[in-house]
């Protein structure tokens, strides 16, 4: 059984369409959330997603605060000193693929190749993750439910920090990481698509190259007219562009070296 395993595509369809392109024969889709935000197209990511079956979803943070800043209804007042990419996300959105955001599930577990799988977006509020065996049983007590419980072999499955990670605990207790499909840290600037591939109980970590242009297309138009906070361009130029760090001056007149 071949399972593609993403997470973290942040409305970046470019992205995602390479990796689903390079992945093929996929016997299941899962996704550990954070299918908007800080990116150009997310009604493209939330309509890709829903066509991939079968498929294993769940929500991440920003999924949630995208959907409540939607419900807020203010997000087309925003003045662009204070306007944000979750904003501008917002305003692309409607009913339905809200809906499905909100709807989506925090959690899932799954059985493939003789392995139980939990999946989450975060391990807590913040960016923690287990180091212990100890915490792994007590998530696992707390959230597996009675059915898995007993279960010898166990993989739990985390996004959010956007770094790729295959962490033993014990022969049959891991927890890991696709990384993110769109950006890394900015401590990383690596510009490529990071997800995994589990095959047959076989755990790959993989990466992609992608076309970023179009990402870059919209960023630098907003920037040209003042249309959002200097920081969140700062970041996006830095992630998808040529900036050396996330607080290079925004580009001046020739944009093309971004």
């Known amino acids: 059984m071949k399972l593609l395993v993403i997470s973290d595509i942040h409305s970046n369809i470019w992205a995602l369409e390479k990796v689903l392109e ?3 024969d996929v016997d299941l889709l899962c996704c550990a959330g954070d299918l908007v935000d800080y990116g150009t197209a997310p009604c493209q990511v939330v309509d890709r997603i829903r066509k991939c079956t079968p498929r294993v979803v769940v929500q991440g943070n920003h999924d949630r605060h ?5 419900r807020q209804g203010d997000f087309e007042n925003i003045v662009p000193e204070k306007y944000k990419w979750v904003h501008h996300n917002c305003r692309r959105l409607e009913e339905d693929r809200i809906s499905f955001l909100e709807q989506l599930p925090i959690r899932q577990t799954f059985e493939a190749d003789g392995y139980v799988y939990m999946m989450q977006h975060q391990y807590d509020d913040a960016y923690g993750y287990i180091d212990s065996r100890y915490q792994f049983e007590e998530f696992w007590k707390e959230h597996a439910g009675q059915k898995y419980g007993e279960s010898k072999k166990r993989r739990i499955i985390f996004g959010h920090t956007h770094r790729p990670c295959i962490h033993v605990l014990d022969q049959n207790m891991l927890w890991l990481n696709p990384g993110s499909v769109s ?4 401590d990383d600037p690596e510009k ?3 997800y995994m591939v589990i095959e047959n109980g076989e755990i790959h970590l993989c990466r ?4 970023q242009s ?3 297309k919209e960023a630098s138009e907003l920037n040209r007219i003042h249309g959002m906070m200097e920081t969140e361009l700062q970041d996006f130029f830095f992630f998808f562009g040529d900036a050396k760090t996330t607080r290079d001056p925004l580009p001046v007149g020739d944009e093309s070296q971004y």
């Open 192 to 194: 490529t698509a990071h």
């Open 66 to 70: 995208t959907a409540n800043i939607w």
């Open 22 to 24: 390079t992945e093929q």
């Open 183 to 186: 950006y890394r840290r900015p």
């Open 208 to 211: 992609v190259p992608y076309d």
């Open 214 to 216: 179009q990402l870059l």
